[in-house]
């Protein structure tokens, strides 16, 4: 369990207990958004480079539908498998789909380059929803409902947090890399850090987590509607 973070948390008034969950929950946010902000930020940046400011709304548009399409397809697998393997199966998509639009750019050919960067620039906001209904799906394991809305700006300030850092780090990383689409490998790892603190969560928090939700019938999921 992650000490020091404990420690924290254990003075903001949380509930007995709670903090070692609110921890992993805080760093699965955390890591998250590093993953949300390199990739998001590299996504607009590769496709104003290859296509220019006059298609970004169309591209927009686009990205909204295939957005739309894929929240409408893991909702639909959220309600038939509630469980860790759905929260699992997202972060593993938005990884290998990363990973395989990553290798794309090393395949020297200007017509691939260009539709691979239309790609990673389409899913981009598919990946932001995703990530934001995984999360929420995992919140609503760890705690009840009454707990999830105490704790959820908690552990949401990861997310932020990460955000942030990322931003402000792309311009400092690029003097050091090969090429700007190289900082998704920074992506790559911040969701592998993502996927390893899920299974933490699992492990610590999932084995007793059905027979907590028969015991207590205030512990319900948060709406994804609502996000």
């Known amino acids: 369990m992650p000490r020091p973070l404990d420690w924290i948390f254990k003075h903001l008034k949380t509930e007995p207990g709670a903090a070692g969950r ?17 990739y998001f930020s590299t996504a607009n940046a590769e496709f104003l480079n ?6 970004l709304p169309a591209g927009y548009l686009a990205s909204g539908l295939v957005s739309y399409i894929s929240v409408l397809g893991y909702t639909r697998l959220l309600k038939r498998r509630a469980g860790y393997s759905a929260l699992q199966s997202a972060l593993f998509f938005l990884f ?6 990553k290798l794309l750019f090393y395949i020297p050919s200007q017509p691939l380059i260009k539709i691979t960067s239309l790609g990673v620039f389409l899913f981009a906001r598919s990946f932001v ?24 700006g908690i552990i949401g300030a990861g997310g932020i947090v990460a955000s942030i850092i990322g931003y402000i780090s792309i311009p400092l990383l690029m003097p050091y ?3 700007r689409i190289d900082v998704l490998f920074i992506a790559l790892a911040g969701m592998g850090a993502s996927i ?3 299974h933490k969560i699992n492990v610590n928090i999932g084995p007793g987590d059905q027979t907590a ?12 509607r609502t996000l």
């Not at 290998?96 to 639009?101: K, P």
């Not at 929803?129 to 959820?152: C, M």
């Open 196 to 198: 390893y603190y899920l």
């Open 129 to 152: 929803s995703i990530s934001a209904l995984e999360q929420s799906a995992v919140l609503s394991r760890a705690f009840n409902l009454p707990e999830s809305k105490k704790y959820a």
């Open 177 to 179: 890399l090969h090429s």
């Open 22 to 38: 609110i921890s992993l929950l805080f760093l699965h946010s955390f890591f998250s958004g590093v993953f949300i902000s390199i």
């Open 96 to 101: 290998f789909i990363t990973a395989f639009l």
């Open 213 to 224: 939700a028969k015991q207590q019938p205030d512990r319900a999921q948060v709406p994804l």
């Open 50 to 55: 290859n296509y220019g400011i006059a298609w």
